[in-house]
């Protein structure tokens, strides 16, 4: 018996291994791409103009050949939502806007997954529940003719990325989840289940909300751990940018599991700092690797202790 308890870690860590090398494998190399940034950016203002009044929301869609099609907030919260409506290209698009308070933000992700039953997979409770209210409101509002996009920042965005879920589900054409500082929402196999949308998570390096829970390489065996879903697109100074995707987007986590919170971290999680950090990579965006701080050397060390 000590004999298999010594070979399991070896295990575990050859699986681990051979899981960042087809995750890096199979990355994508985008090049050098500002139409893509330009699109990001469009995204980015609808995102943040869900955080003011209804005038400014119309005054903002109006410039990008929308119209607004519902608007409201969550009841208790202080989150809004709008539906739009884009007649001449026959999309809508869903925006949901976040938590005002970042620090409640980083309790708010660490509840519990739980079965859901427009999906079939586990959610976040809290976000789940916000998606299920928005749902309810602007479904007879939705054209099914229509490419119905979403979009968010932090808790909003993982509101819109469960209310892609639930569009697929109910057999509506989803065209783009595009969220900013968004945390995570279902585990492993909730995220395989829905692969196939088409997810792009815009995060900063030093925003800590798109990585809470963090990530223990040990908790890489365990199915219900949380999981992100899409495309991780990391918002590097200046022009330049890092696209991640599988266990090399999860494994950024490990960056902070020894670090503090500081007031740096939630500066980087307001929606003003994404769109500023987006606005150079709209005329030369620079794809450059991700430098992750991990070392998988110091971690087979500690577990081995």
């Known amino acids: 018996m000590n004999n298999v308890l010594k070979i399991f870690p070896a295990v575990r860590l050859l699986i681990l291994l051979l899981a960042v090398l087809l995750a890096r494998s199979a990355a994508a190399e985008t090049g050098n ?3 893509r940034f330009k699109m990001l950016h469009q995204y980015a203002l609808i995102a943040d103009s869900a955080y003011h009044d209804k005038t400014k929301i119309e ?28 007649d001449a290209e026959k999309q809508q698009i869903i925006s949901v806007r976040g938590t ?3 620090e409640n933000a980083m309790v708010d992700v660490a509840f519990q997954l739980l079965p ?7 959610l976040h409770q809290g976000f789940a529940q916000s998606a ?6 602007v479904k007879a509002k939705l054209n099914r003719d229509y490419r119905i996009n979403t979009t968010g920042h932090s808790l909003g965005g993982a509101a819109a990325l469960i209310l892609a879920m639930y569009l697929d589900a109910g057999g509506y054409n989803v065209g783009k989840v595009i969220t900013f500082g968004q945390p995570k929402v279902t585990n492993i196999s909730g995220s395989r289940k829905y692969s196939h949308l088409d997810v792009t998570r815009v995060v900063m390096p030093k925003d800590m909300v798109p990585l809470v829970p963090p990530l223990d390489p040990m908790d890489l065996m365990n199915m219900e751990i949380y999981w ?67 070392s998988i050397y110091d971690w087979i060390g500690k577990s081995s202790d």
């Open 33 to 35: 791409d500002p139409d």
């Open 116 to 122: 859901n039953k427009h999906t079939g997979i586990k």
């Open 228 to 294: 992100h879903l899409g495309t991780e697109l990391v918002l590097q100074e200046g022009n330049a940018y890092s696209e991640l995707n599988g266990v090399d987007s999860m494994m950024r986590a490990t960056d902070f599991l020894n670090e503090m919170l500081t007031e740096k971290n939630l500066q980087h999680h307001y929606m003003t700092v994404y769109i500023n950090s987006i606005a150079p990579k709209m005329v030369n965006a620079k794809p450059v690797p991700y430098e992750n701080d991990f």
């Open 100 to 102: 005002s308070n970042v």
């Open 59 to 86: 005054k903002l869609l109006a410039t990008q050949g929308y119209t607004l099609t519902a608007h409201g907030q969550l009841p208790g919260y202080a989150v809004s939502y709008f539906l739009a409506t884009n």
């Open 132 to 137: 299920d209210y928005i749902y309810d409101i």
